[in-house]
């Protein structure tokens, strides 16, 4: 079957950097996403990884490696408004993205 | 309109009734996703359809039919709703289904069956 594992929640401190991982075993891979996510709002994406290493935007890095089926999201410099769930999904052979739980990030000042 | 609206905002309705999700796109997005969002789980595809007149099963497609009769819209309807299928309801587009083309969410729309 395929299977993306993130953590379920994180706390993290306003200023500090936190990094959120996601392993995933699908059938193929055709690149992995990260969305955000705050309480009652629609996901927004953030990044996308296709080959090996990191991608930096601003103060979101995200991670792949594609031999060990593994991401993470680094974000720095938190705030407040980072407080969000985080959603690691991945286009699988077929081009369907399959997504993770999420992962719930407190950020307390 | 920008981007992608859903109908209604949330909605309260009593099992076996018939209900359909509305969703309208204006990017001229070639394909278009109904996910369900439960707590605890990741968002699960219903259905897709990749271009206007063709759709496809997703995950978890049963009580769930779908239609895309043009470029900019994508009901999702329940044909008898039944108290499983309370959930949060989100409509995406794409410009393609491949390659680095991203998903734009709707709003959501929120539906209990009681």
């Known amino acids: 079957g395929q299977n993306i594992d993130q953590p379920t929640e994180m706390t993290a401190t306003e200023g500090a950097i936190v990094q959120i991982n996601c392993t995933y075993q699908t059938s193929g891979f055709n690149g992995l996403f990260w969305y955000q996510q705050h309480a009652g709002e629609a996901p927004t994406f953030l990044s996308y990884n296709v080959l090996d290493g990191l991608e930096e935007k601003g103060r979101f890095s995200s991670f792949l490696s594609r031999s060990k089926g593994y991401s993470y999201l680094l974000l720095k410099e938190l705030q407040m408004k980072d407080s969000a769930s985080y959603l690691c999904?991945?286009?699988?052979?077929?081009?369907?993205?399959?997504w993770g739980a999420g992962t719930k990030l407190i950020i307390k000042p | 309109i920008a981007g992608i609206t859903q109908a209604p905002t949330s909605q309260i309705l009593a099992a076996g009734r018939r209900m359909t999700l509305r969703c309208t796109q204006d990017m001229r997005h070639n394909a278009m996703y109904w996910y369900r969002q439960d707590l605890g789980l990741g968002l699960r595809l219903i259905h897709y359809?990749?271009?206007?007149?063709?759709?496809g099963k997703g995950e978890v497609p049963d009580g769930y039919s779908v239609s895309r009769a043009n470029t900019d819209d994508f009901p999702l309807t329940l044909a008898s709703a039944v108290p499983s299928q309370t959930s949060v309801y989100f409509c995406?587009?794409?410009?393609?289904?491949?390659?680095?083309?991203?998903?734009?969410f709707g709003p959501g729309t929120r539906l209990t069956v009681l």
């Open positions: 359809s990749n271009t206007a007149g063709t759709t």
């Open positions: 995406a587009s794409s410009k393609t289904s491949e390659g680095t083309d991203t998903q734009y």
């Open positions: 999904a991945v286009r699988d052979s077929n081009y369907q993205l399959i």
